[in-house]
């Protein structure tokens, strides 16, 4: 009787030390896709469908992109980094107020798109590059950058505190990255809410990454927040 005491209390412990290890794989494994369901749901769309909703009068009605420019300030001969640039829809806005443009994307059809547009609406003005960027790097040489924009992109990126300290590397001394996205509640554009971020979760990641400086905008986009930081 001992004997079977001992076997099945044995059996219990390994039972109860496989169903904790495969908790834990479960939450890790959650964990993980909360990165990458945004960019499954992204990619439910065409590259088509992306393209003509970034680019619709309804995404002007509230990106409002002039009042975004105005916010920026004075950029005309600055370097600027667009990350996630798909359609090119700040691209083009900040290569027409004077800036030199870097449009950075993971996307090749995004790519193509903005370089046909380039030369048949933009005379094919060498003040606006095209970047290939890959998933885990915003590709920026040292101090290569006046400034970063990435607008609703940010929820697209994983391993975010070793990505975004590449970007501070980028930033020329003085230099700033400007991020726009949604604020994390229901809302009639975007995604989710549970693909969304909110202002503090990102101070908290970037200062991780080693950025210091925060000034944060919830007035002036009534469904984004603006996060400078240096």
Known sequence: MKKLLTILTIAALVACKNEHKHNQNHEEHAHH???????????????????????????DAYQQPSKVLEYLGNIKGLKILDIGAGSGYFSFRLLTAGANVI????NDEFLTYIKNKKETEFNNNPNLELRKLPYDSPKLK?????????????????????YF??????????????????????????????????????QEELKKAGFTQFEVNTDLLEYQYIIRAQ
Not at 103 to 106: E, K, L, S, W, Y
Not at 173 to 196: A, N, Q, S, T
């Open 33 to 59: 896709d909360g990165h990458n369901n945004a960019n499954e749901h992204m990619h439910e769309s065409t590259t088509k469908e992306l393209i003509d909703r970034f680019e619709s009068p309804e995404r």
């Open 103 to 106: 449009a950075g994307d993971v």
């Open 142 to 162: 040292p101090q290569e950058v006046d400034k970063v924009l990435i607008v609703n992109t940010y929820h697209h990126i994983e391993n975010r505190e070793a």
């Open 165 to 202: 300290a590449q970007v501070l590397k980028g930033l020329k001394p003085g230099g700033e990255l400007v991020l726009i996205d949604f604020f994390k509640k229901e809302l009639p554009v975007g995604p989710p809410v549970d693909h969304k971020i909110d202002e503090q979760q990102v």
